[in-house]
């Protein structure tokens, strides 16, 4: 059984593909079962964000598992392979797990060292034990991850500055309209990239005490929005009126868990006419897209998406750009650990079984003596006791010990091999 990923994500497909091929909450339930009845799969975790759509699985062979993860995402998306095939990446064993621990510490995210990331794997991971379609090894595999990214973010600097898409959501558009001062804002969401905004936007307002801007919240469950609302001393205003509301805002903040956009460019456009040249920024961070595209070419408005917010990401990158070698360091560090974890527990049911069939053949060779050992007193049965599992220890301690240095070898497979065919284990 080996461990595969397959996926794609924010840097091998453009943004109109990504969102095709996300996998909304209300899904996961279905698409992990799915995947856990295809032949070649025996346990899975899907991990889908704004950045990544990644299949981790447990397969009995690469090539029909490749295919039948691709297939899936066919059929998720609604797309022939060959419109995305060859932007998928494939990583296996040892590459599949170096490669989850660097993206739960944060190094292949759009925002460097992101923290929204590791609770993302840990969700992606609690829903799939839930479904039932983790199992031992992938339990296993995705506990050390979310060690590894704890480890890089207490070790190092990398989640230092902004460290999340929500953060730096409101960085760009601080930037865009040089201060938030007396602005009227509207977010669109209460999920947890909404709260990570709405939380920064409350910082921003707390160091413009003179002037704070206005904050507004919708969302298409009425509580949710009150509730987010509230906790910043905001207002919640319903979904409905959000066309209406956007011809006195200046920026409009949207993250919601919509399946599809959630306005086009036809009802917004009234609200957005009546503005009078007045500006209006738009960043959306929602995959998919909250916001038709179009709405962009509407006279006053900016529209920023993910792919800008991941240039002015990547421009503020060289403060924590000297923090990625010692975040390499620790996945490097993580994965010899797991890999010795793992290979001292592949070997482990081997040599227990190899210990018990020899341990079985002492017992019945003692049994088959019985008769003539019926003369011999206590001290000296307990003696021949004593004699037989010695050798038998002393036989078996070169196999385990040459085995157990091996394990996860060409090496230690022929040796592994051999074992099983030598005492039909």
């Known amino acids: 059984m080996s461990v595969v990923v397959v996926g794609l994500n924010h840097r091998t497909v ?27 799969i025996g346990e899975a975790v899907v991990l889908s964000t704004c950045n990544r759509t990644e299949v981790y699985a447990v397969v009995e062979r690469f090539h029909p598992a490749y295919q039948d993860i691709r297939n899936f995402l066919s059929e998720m998306a609604y797309l022939p392979p060959e419109a995305f095939s060859d932007h998928l990446y494939t990583h296996y064993d040892d590459e599949a797990v ?20 590791l609770g993302q794997v840990k969700s992606a991971w609690e829903l799939a034990q839930s479904e039932q379609a983790a199992g031992p090894s992938l339990n296993m595999l995705f506990r050390h991850a979310l060690e590894v990214g704890k480890r890089a973010r207490t070790e190092t600097a990398i989640a230092r500055h902004i460290t999340s898409v929500a953060q730096a959501a409101v960085a760009m558009a601080t930037e865009r309209l040089g201060s938030l ?74 993250s919601t868990g919509a399946s599809s956009i959630m306005f086009e460019e036809a009802d ?26 179009a709405v ?64 079985g053949i002492r017992v019945a060779e003692l049994e088959r003596y019985r008769a003539k050992l019926d003369g011999l007193g206590d001290r000296e049965r307990e003696a021949v006791e004593a004699l037989t599992k010695g050798i038998l220890a002393k036989l078996l301690h070169d196999p385990t010990v040459r085995l157990k240095d091996a394990a996860g070898t060409p090496r230690g497979e022929r040796l592994a091999e051999s074992l099983r065919t030598l005492f039909d284990l």
């Open 296 to 359: 962009g070419e509407l006279d006053g408005v900016t529209l920023l998406d993910m792919d800008d917010l991941r240039v002015f990401a990547e421009a503020g990158l060289r403060q924590r750009r000297g923090e990625v070698s010692a975040v390499d360091h620790i996945v490097r560090d993580e994965l010899d650990r797991y890999l010795s974890i793992s290979t001292a527990r592949e070997v482990a049911p081997l040599v227990a079984g190899m210990r018990d069939r020899a341990e």
């Open 14 to 40: 453009p943004l109109d593909l990504l969102e095709r091929m996300t996998v909304s909450d209300a899904h996961l339930p279905k698409a992990l079962g799915d995947l856990c009845s295809r032949d070649e």
């Open 98 to 117: 170096n490669h989850l621990f660097s993206v739960a510490a944060g190094l292949d995210s759009a925002v460097l060292g992101e923290s929204e990331i």
């Open 268 to 293: 917004l456009a009234p609200a957005i006419g009546a503005r009078r040249e007045r500006p209006l920024l738009i960043v959306d961070i929602a995959v998919p897209r909250d916001i038709d595209p």
């Open 181 to 254: 001062a007396g602005t009227r804002i509207l977010v669109l969401g209460a999920g947890d990239m909404a709260r990570g905004m709405v939380a920064s936007l409350a910082d921003l307002a707390a160091a413009h005490e003179a002037d704070p801007p206005e904050l507004l919240v919708a969302n298409r469950t009425w509580a949710k929005a009150e509730e987010l609302a509230a906790s910043v001393g905001g207002r919640a205003v319903h979904v409905d009126d959000v066309p209406t509301i956007l011809s006195d805002v200046d920026l409009l903040l949207t």
